[in-house]
């Protein structure tokens, strides 16, 4: 396989939906991703 492909980021939490904290990880794995 050759060339850029599209991918996803899932994230679950039980916490993150609720509004306990914001979710981080998905926005910081999509940043990792695209940076390089």
């Known amino acids: 396989m050759t060339g ?3 991918i996803g980021v899932v994230t ?3 916490r993150a939906s ?3 904290y914001q ?3 998905g ?3 999509v ?3 695209c940076s390089g």
């Open 18 to 20: 609720t509004g306990v």
């Open 31 to 33: 940043e990792w991703r």
């Open 27 to 29: 926005p910081a794995m």
């Open 12 to 14: 679950i939490s039980d």
């Open 4 to 6: 850029p492909f599209p």
């Open 23 to 25: 979710d981080l990880g």
